[in-house]
C-alpha cells in the first residue's frame, strides 16, 4: 500500500468519522440526509447528467502520452 493509497484511505475516514459524528450531534443534519437520499429515486437521471459532464470535462480531449 503506497503512501498517497494511505492518505486517501484515512481522508476517507475522517470524513465518514465526521458525517457520523455530525448526524449524531444534530439530528436535523441526519433529516436532511434522508431526505437527500430520498429525493435520490427521483433524480437518478441528474446524477448520469453530472456524471457524463464530469466525464467529458476530464477524460475528452486529453492527449495520449507516447
Same mark, same amino acid.
Given at each position: 500500500?503506497?503512501?498517497?493509497?494511505?492518505?486517501? =484511505?484515512? /481522508?476517507?475516514?475522517?470524513?465518514?468519522?465526521?458525517?457520523?459524528?455530525?448526524? $449524531?450531534?444534530?439530528?436535523?443534519? #441526519? &433529516? !436532511?440526509?434522508? =431526505?437527500? /437520499?430520498?429525493?435520490?429515486?427521483?433524480?437518478?437521471?441528474?446524477?448520469?447528467? $453530472?456524471?457524463?459532464?464530469?466525464? #467529458? &470535462? !476530464?477524460?475528452?480531449?486529453?492527449?495520449?502520452?507516447?
Amino acid at each position: 500500500m503506497t503512501s498517497t493509497t494511505k492518505k486517501q =484511505l484515512f /481522508a476517507l475516514a475522517v470524513a465518514v468519522v465526521f458525517a457520523v459524528g455530525a448526524c $449524531l450531534l444534530f439530528p436535523r443534519v #441526519l &433529516a !436532511f440526509a434522508e =431526505l437527500a /437520499a430520498r429525493e435520490l429515486r427521483y433524480f437518478w437521471w441528474l446524477i448520469l447528467i $453530472l456524471a457524463l459532464g464530469v466525464w #467529458l &470535462a !476530464f477524460f475528452t480531449g486529453r492527449s495520449r502520452r507516447e
